[in-house]
């Protein structure tokens, strides 16, 4: 399996808390990227970083903000969850260029009560 | 932009048998690179197959094998002899050179016994 780890697996929260999904990778990877994915359904880019200090918003709005201070760590916050942010996130990592494949992490699945 | 088309939502196959799954894409670039990734369900996403835009001969991986045709935008993924380990779900992935993805919506398949 790939060098890539998320926590907690799964969390279960009440509205209104903050919360931070952890993302960290020992392969050396400039590219990081947050996915949203329900159950059984597509998945949506929503956050992408190209090395330390660099963030960009993915395809799918959300609500939530990462961070990249160092190169093998990616959190994700969410300031104040919702029901509606209810889903699956996956983390993800490659070496820059087309021809790399992207290395996903287990997820997270997140429910807000 | 790039878009990603995965007609099939769920197909299912006998265990042995060969299975096709279709993709097709749309885009403007010359250069770029084909990937399936396969999620089994509550386990991580890994690579099965990559294909180089610029490279006419089809992938092959073990059982797995690609039928790529640049010109029709189409790049579906064989599975001979299927298992009961390749229940999962597929996506299909168009990747830039710069790295940048775009998924399918995704094909479960199931492989019965």
């Known amino acids: 399996e790939a060098d890539i780890y998320q926590t907690p697996r799964y969390l279960v929260i009440g509205t209104g808390k903050k919360i931070t999904l952890e993302c960290s990778q020992t392969?050396?990877?400039?590219?990081m990227y947050w996915y949203q994915q329900d159950p059984g359904m597509e998945l949506h880019l929503i956050h992408y970083?190209?090395?330390?200090?660099?963030?960009e918003k993915g395809d799918l709005s959300s609500e939530s903000t990462v961070s990249r201070i160092r190169t093998e760590h990616f959190p994700l916050t969410l300031e104040s969850a919702r029901p509606s942010h209810t889903s699956q996130y996956l983390c993800?990592?490659?070496?820059?260029?087309?021809?790399?494949?992207?290395?996903f992490g287990p997820g997270t699945r997140l429910t807000v009560l | 932009a790039q878009t990603v088309t995965q007609s099939q939502p769920e197909m299912s196959v006998q265990e042995a048998e060969t299975v096709t799954l279709s993709c097709t894409y749309d885009?403007?670039?010359?250069?770029?690179?084909l990937f399936w990734y396969k999620q089994p369900p509550s386990r991580q996403m890994i690579l099965v197959i990559r294909?180089?835009?610029?490279?006419?001969q089809n992938a092959t991986e073990n059982r797995f094998s690609v039928n790529f045709q640049k010109a029709a935008k189409s790049f579906s993924l064989k599975i001979s002899d299927s298992q009961l380990g390749d229940t999962a779900m597929y996506f299909c992935?168009?990747?830039?050179?710069?790295?940048?993805?775009?998924f399918g919506d995704g094909t479960t398949l199931t492989v019965k016994p």
């Open positions: 993800a990592s490659s070496e820059t260029g087309g021809y790399n494949e992207q290395f």
């Open positions: 392969m050396g990877h400039d590219k």
């Open positions: 970083s190209y090395g330390v200090n660099s963030t």
């Open positions: 885009t403007s670039e010359n250069n770029y690179y």
């Open positions: 294909q180089e835009a610029y490279k006419q």
């Open positions: 992935a168009f990747r830039t050179n710069a790295g940048k993805s775009t």
